[in-house]
Structures are given as structure tokens and as C-alpha cells.
């Protein structure tokens, strides 16, 4: 007993030493690398994703193998303010603001698909994300 005691006490220790912000930035920025690079490099999986009515819109613009790609291009840029420590608490206003915003319109516009839960999780986490980087000093607001 005395040793699971310790052990917790060395877990949460090491634990509080940590933001939490920082396990939201790694993970949101890996995710949002890896989106990136394979919508820009392999669009044609991505093509399913894609509400008919939005490949319509897009279409008379650019075709949507180019959409596709933008969109990586766009994402692989938030993964990296996500993930760069000198990007400052203005790139991380600016990724979970873009971060949010993409998740919200996913889950509202496209509708309930096969990785809507993954949307939803994305979205709370950016979220999330979003409300510590414009609170002061770490200051919590208790409900």
C-alpha cells in the first residue's frame, strides 16, 4: 500500500510540472502535421470527406484536388505554430482560433459521417486550447 502510496505521489509530482497546454499543443499540432501532409500529398484520400456541395462550389474556383491541397498546406501551418515554442502565445491565438473555427464548421456543415466523434473531440480540445491562451497569467475561471 505504502508503495502504490509513493508511486502516485512521484506520478503527480512530476505531472504538476507540466501546463497541460503543452499535451494540447503536441497533440493537436501531430494531428494537424500529419493531416497536412497527406492532404497535400494525397488528396484523392480525402475526396470522400467532402460534402457534393462543397466539391460543386469549388469547382468553377479551382479543381478540388487543388482545394485539397491549400487545405494541407493550411493545416500543416497550424500544426507547426502549434507545435513551435518560439511561434509565442500569439501563434497559438492565431492556430486555436483557425483550429476552432475548421472543427466547428466541419461538425456543423458536414454533418454526421464515420469520424464525426474524432471532429467533436478535435473541436473540444481546441477549444479548450482556445480558452487558455486568452486567459491571464493562468488565472482559471471556476463555474
Request: net charge neutral; charged share 15%; aromatic share 14%.
Amino acid at each position: 500500500m505504502i508503495v502504490i502510496l509513493h508511486f502516485d505521489f512521484l506520478i503527480l509530482n512530476f505531472l504538476h510540472r507540466f501546463n497541460p497546454e503543452w499535451a494540447l499543443r503536441l497533440g493537436l499540432g501531430l494531428m494537424y502535421l500529419y493531416s497536412g501532409y497527406d492532404l497535400f500529398y494525397n488528396p484523392q484520400h480525402w475526396y470522400g470527406f467532402m460534402p457534393k456541395w462543397l466539391s460543386r462550389s469549388i469547382t468553377p474556383i479551382m479543381s478540388v484536388e487543388s482545394y485539397l491541397r491549400l487545405q494541407g498546406v493550411g493545416e500543416f501551418i497550424i500544426g507547426l505554430l502549434f507545435l513551435a515554442w518560439f511561434s509565442g502565445k500569439l501563434g497559438v491565438k492565431i492556430a486555436t482560433v483557425l483550429a476552432t473555427l475548421e472543427m466547428a464548421l466541419i461538425v456543423l456543415v458536414v454533418g454526421i459521417d464515420p469520424i464525426t466523434f474524432r471532429d467533436i473531440g478535435l473541436l473540444g480540445a481546441a477549444s479548450a486550447l482556445l480558452i487558455l491562451s486568452f486567459q491571464k497569467n493562468g488565472e482559471s475561471r471556476q463555474t
